[in-house]
């Protein structure tokens, strides 16, 4: 395969937890704690895992738009948190960004031309004569007519909305696009569009995605390769259909479990995972999933399993593994 | 949006109409006869009977009512007991003075507020936001008598920079240029007094109203554009900031002719604050009529052109 867009290395994003008078720092919510994968040019790589644990958190990391606690990344062999904001600013268009919330994360004071338009503009990639055309054409091959130029972000309906964020990110030109649960806020019907559009997108621009989202069914329409998360860091990582067919973590395997089969009369057998997920302020020492795996040994309280290849490009975490 | 502008304006009549009722009816309950206030006390009961006669004082009350409107239509507003002088002509000679003082420390609060308040927003819980946080508590705080005093005091009395009190120096013949000179420096310590005790709400609306604004997804949509920080505060989060703001400074808005009573009456300015107290104390019924009618469609106008505004900045609202 080719060589990777995006390397990150050990990256770790800790939120101080202030209090007291004096706001002293107490603690700190650990979102990211030590996260290491790749991802290749034209490659989507689904990251998935339950609400707060740490996968917007790393979405945002990774594209500096907030900064990290340790570790590095790399996109295209350079460290971005080694630049200055200025250099960094003008390598923002081949890094974009698709938010969750199509409702709040387009400017109510902009038109739809201003929107798409602005950035183009900022970095020269058109002038005040050519922007029109630019804008018209991207929104067209996202499915938006021409006339959306004029209009404000909410004149639209929640999926078009979404369209015209995409509209955005890909004005750019960009080479690696985060997408932080594109579709979670758009009803079914509207989803499936919305990740069509997507896939055909990559196929014709060859970009690479970090397809972030809880919904295992579309992570495995998406993707070519999947991470699970559990607190802040990455359980599992293989190749979509290796890990669909062999999941090696026990959370994996729980979460699987849950995805729910279109087929009334198939019986399976549920994985229900007990008690709830531990605080990110406080997180378990050893395997962080000791508290809930019901495989658990002695040395998963005491020591953290080795993040490690198991063949075939599968990177597991667990002490089950390899014994 | 011509259209919407018509209808409000037409809309106006009828509460203009309510309150010029409201008013009159007010007055006429308050105690004291009009006929005694304008007449030597000597003069006989014959005199007064018939004045009052003239007046139609001995009318029904609905009569009365549309003598004064149909003539508060004409631009009759009366005469002031006080002045002896239509009451019109009173209004409009301490009016401006009023509306230049107030005009001033509304641009200059605005001025002052919104660049600071955005400053203090994105530089939370920095020293510059410190600083100005207490200056506002102690802007809210302190009452302009004291702190008009207090100017008057260091500034007038002491150091002799500013005149004490007054628009002009006396027997001031002074025309052009050098009359604005003179007023504006008789205005400077009443305009601190004022702007100080405006500035701090602003600043605060301000500062809350961007820490709102820059949390939101779309500024985290505008730094992932690569744009430079100055756009995205100021063209992105600023003008979402402001739309609040603005509705602050449209109920403003009718302030600007009401006078600052207080700051006028202690620095002696002409405006029409200390004319109203003096109408109230000495019952100039008319004046005080008056200067009700004029505020009452001042503040309509005001809230007109604050919509009007709110219109223009925040798009998702529509005028119909």
């Known amino acids: 395969m080719s060589e990777a867009l995006l390397t990150v290395k050990n990256l770790k994003k800790y939120f101080p937890i202030k209090s007291g008078v004096f706001q002293k720092v107490v603690g700190h919510v650990k979102a990211v704690d030590g996260i290491s994968f790749e991802l290749k040019k034209g490659e989507t790589l689904g990251l998935v895992g339950e609400s707060g644990c740490g996968k917007s958190t790393t979405g945002r990391t990774i594209l500096r738009l907030i900064e990290k606690t340790e570790g590095e990344v790399f996109f295209e062999g350079k460290d971005i948190y080694k630049i200055n904001r200025e250099e960094l600013r003008k390598l923002r268009p081949s890094m974009q960004i698709i938010f969750q919330d199509p409702y709040s994360s387009l400017n109510p004071r902009m038109t739809v031309g201003e929107i798409v338009g602005e950035a183009l503009i900022e970095h020269g990639m058109a002038d005040k004569n050519t922007v029109k055309d630019k804008v018209e054409n991207v929104l067209e091959m996202c499915g938006l007519s021409s006339y959306c130029i004029r209009r404000y972000p909410h004149e639209f309906s929640g999926g078009q909305r979404q369209r015209i964020g995409i509209a955005r990110a890909l004005a750019l030109n960009p080479k690696f696009i985060v997408c932080d649960e594109p579709v979670s806020a758009l009803d079914v019907s509207i989803q499936s569009q919305i990740v069509n559009l997507l896939c055909e997108l990559q196929q014709k621009f060859n970009f690479s995605y970090l397809f972030i989202s809880h919904d295992l069914s579309v992570v495995k329409h998406i993707s070519h390769r999947v991470g699970v998360m559990y607190l802040g860091t990455l359980v599992e990582l293989a190749d979509k259909k290796e890990l669909f067919s062999n999941p090696l973590h026990p959370y994996t395997k729980a979460l699987l479990s849950a995805v729910p089969v279109p087929d009334p009369t198939l019986k399976r057998e549920r994985i229900i995972l007990e008690g709830d997920i531990p605080s990110p302020a406080n997180p378990p020492k050893g395997c962080k999933f000791h508290t809930r795996c019901p495989y658990k040994m002695d040395i998963c309280k005491e020591i953290v399993p080795e993040y490690k290849d198991v063949g075939n490009n599968h990177f597991v975490a667990c002490h089950l593994i390899g014994r | ?320």
């Open chain 2, 1 to 320: 949006m011509r259209q919407y502008i018509t209808r409000r304006l037409l809309e106006m009549i009828p509460v203009l109409l309510g309150i010029s009722i409201m008013i009159f009816v007010i007055f006429q309950l308050a105690p004291g006869d009009p006929v005694s206030a304008i007449v030597d006390p000597k003069t006989s009961a014959a005199t007064k009977a018939k004045l009052r006669e003239q007046l139609h004082l001995n009318e029904p009350i609905i009569v009365q009512y549309k003598y004064w409107i149909m003539d508060i239509l004409k631009g009759n507003w009366g005469e002031s007991f006080y002045y002896k002088q239509p009451v019109t002509k009173v209004i409009n000679s301490f009016l401006w003075n009023s509306f230049y003082l107030s005009l001033a420390s509304f641009i200059l609060s605005a001025l002052l507020s919104i660049p600071i308040g955005v400053l203090s927003a994105t530089k939370q819980y920095s020293k510059f936001d410190y600083v100005f946080t207490v200056i506002a508590l102690i802007g809210i705080s302190m009452p302009s008598f004291f702190f008009g005093l207090l100017l008057i005091k260091w500034f007038a009395v002491d150091i002799k920079l500013f005149p004490v009190s007054g628009m002009t120096n006396p027997g001031s013949t002074a025309t052009g240029f050098a009359l604005f000179k003179e007023v504006m420096h008789h205005m400077a310590l009443p305009l601190v007094v004022l702007t100080f005790g405006s500035l701090a709400g602003l600043m605060r609306y301000t500062r809350s109203s961007m820490l709102e604004v820059i949390r939101q997804d779309y500024i985290r949509t505008a730094r992932a554009k690569g744009l430079k920080e100055k756009v995205v505060i100021y063209k992105h989060a600023l003008r979402n900031a402001l739309i609040p703001v603005v509705t602050i400074f449209g109920m403003s808005l009718p302030g600007l002719f009401s006078g600052a009573i207080i700051t006028e009456q202690i620095f002696n300015w002409p405006g029409i604050g200390p004319i109203e107290l003096q109408a109230v104390n000495t019952r100039d019924y008319y004046l005080l009529m008056g200067i009700n009618m004029l505020l009452a469609f001042l503040t309509l106008l005001g809230n007109l052109i604050a919509d009007v505004t709110y219109a223009i900045v925040d798009p998702r609202i529509r005028l119909k």
